[in-house]
């Protein structure tokens, strides 16, 4: 799943010490996984929510923006602007750009891809390093652009389709235990998506 572990995860743990009769534990595992057979109680999955093998309670939509270093903010202050800057991109980043260039009316703009990187922390390394534009989301960016590491040169934000989705097995009631875990996580999604629109406005 695309860097939710990045939703403030060290931060938010500590916020379970709350409740210490409950017992976390955190796997950031990337693979989707039967969590009824590996034995996990939920887990965190990003897509559409249409899988029939679990309940889903939609979390948090993700949103796509720009992003690069601070010394580059003033080179960009229009869509169009974005065809004569160098553009950082991954296999996965180069839909994401599609899907925000044509929200901003843009499809068609040229935009140069300068460094086609192997993943999107990489990306959003050589953006803080100065060497272009990337496209990235709230969970992945906001403790960069808290920091002052990255800001966000122009100020749309576009859905990307995607979300990422609370599941849990099909044949499990929820426990105390896991009725508040999921409060917490909304929580938290709602922390992290304030925090956003105060960081972009």
């Known amino acids: 799943m ?5 939703i403030g995860t060290i931060r938010a743990i500590v916020r379970v010490q709350r409740h210490p009769e409950i017992r976390f534990c955190f796997d950031a595992e990337r693979e989707i996984v039967d969590i009824a057979e590996c ?3 939920c887990a965190v999955r990003f897509g559409n929510g249409a899988w029939r093998d679990v309940n889903a309670t939609k979390i948090m939509d993700q949103v796509l923006f720009p992003v690069c270093n601070l010394d580059l903010k003033g080179t960009v202050k229009s869509v169009q ?4 800057i160098n553009i950082i991109t991954s296999e996965n980043l ?13 499809a068609d703009l040229e935009i140069r891809k300068k460094f086609t990187l192997s993943d999107e922390d990489m990306c959003l390394g050589a953006a803080i390093g100065g060497l272009g534009v990337t496209i990235t989301w709230q969970t992945q960016a906001i403790e ?7 800001t966000c040169p122009l100020p749309s934000r576009v859905e990307s389709g995607s ?3 609370l599941i849990t097995p099909k044949d499990r009631s929820a426990s105390r235990a896991m009725s508040l875990f999921r409060n917490w996580m909304n929580e938290e999604a709602a922390a992290s998506n304030r925090e956003l629109s105060q960081l972009l406005s």
């Open 163 to 165: 979300s990422y989705w």
């Open 39 to 41: 034995g996990y109680h």
């Open 94 to 106: 180069v839909g994401y750009w599609g899907t925000w260039l044509k929200a901003n009316q843009a």
């Open 81 to 84: 602007d974005l065809s004569k």
């Open 2 to 6: 695309p860097c939710y572990s990045r």
């Open 144 to 150: 960069c652009l808290k920091s002052g590491q990255l």
